[in-house]
């Protein structure tokens, strides 16, 4: 199974390309900088800020992955929001700009300070909703979904990088990485390849945020 995988915020789309004939471009943390980058707004919408969407298939299912609201220390609070509704669209047929699936994940608060819960709907292949505690690995009907605290997923030198640009010389190291003890907020899923459908060979994927009441 193909997949094509990609990341957006609000109205500002990225996509990441698993198919080896396509173009890839890629999500970014703090964008669009004038919502989510305290460089550009003194009270960023950190929990609707998008990462990046991954999607990979083995072992005859597709997991799926939306990183939010980092990279942050160990240190820093988590970012729940129950006013933000998470979205993940999925598409099985050509040409890829319709959704025959679409994940919804929103967070809800509990008794407690650190008493979160989490619902998902519209997960393909599973009957009504997902619920239950975050930071906990939930199951139904054969699938997989938790959502929590992850460390960043994400390889990059961004000293190397500031340098490279500055010098004209690579000077990007693989032992150097900026998300280093960093961490996101993330939805992940682990899906059957049957709950797509029979005959679906490429899906393509893209992340959306939408806060209720508008932005901050």
């Not at 890629?26 to 004038?34: E, G, M, Q, Y």
């Not at 933000?84 to 994940?105: M, N, Q, W």
């Not at 008794?111 to 599973?126: C, I, L």
């Amino acid at each position: 199974m193909s997949l094509l995988a990609g990341g957006a915020l609000c109205g500002a789309l990225a996509a990441i390309a698993f198919v080896p004939t396509e173009s890839a471009t890629s999500a970014d943390h703090l964008d669009p900088p004038t919502r989510t980058d305290g460089g550009f707004d003194t009270t960023p919408d950190v929990p609707a800020d998008i990462a990046d969407v991954f999607a990979w298939h083995s072992d005859g299912t597709v997991k799926i992955a939306m990183t939010f609201a980092g990279p942050v220390r160990k240190s820093e609070p988590l970012h729940y929001d129950r006013d933000v509704l998470y979205k993940i669209h999925i598409s099985t047929k050509k040409p890829g700009t319709t959704d025959e699936f679409t994940i919804r994940a929103r967070f809800g608060k509990g008794a407690g300070d650190k008493d979160w819960g989490v619902r998902f709907e519209g997960v393909p292949g599973v009957a009504g909703a997902i619920e239950g505690p975050a930071e906990t690995t939930l199951q139904k009907d054969g699938v997989k979904a938790r959502a929590g605290l992850f460390d960043e997923p994400f390889f990059f030198d961004l000293i190397g990088f500031r340098e490279t640009r500055q010098l004209g010389q690579i000077r990007i190291r693989n032992n150097r990485n900026f998300f280093d003890e960093q961490n996101d907020m993330a939805l992940v899923f682990e899906i059957p390849d049957a709950n797509f459908g029979a005959d679906v060979s490429q899906l393509e994927l893209w992340g959306q945020t939408l806060r209720f009441g508008g932005n901050l």
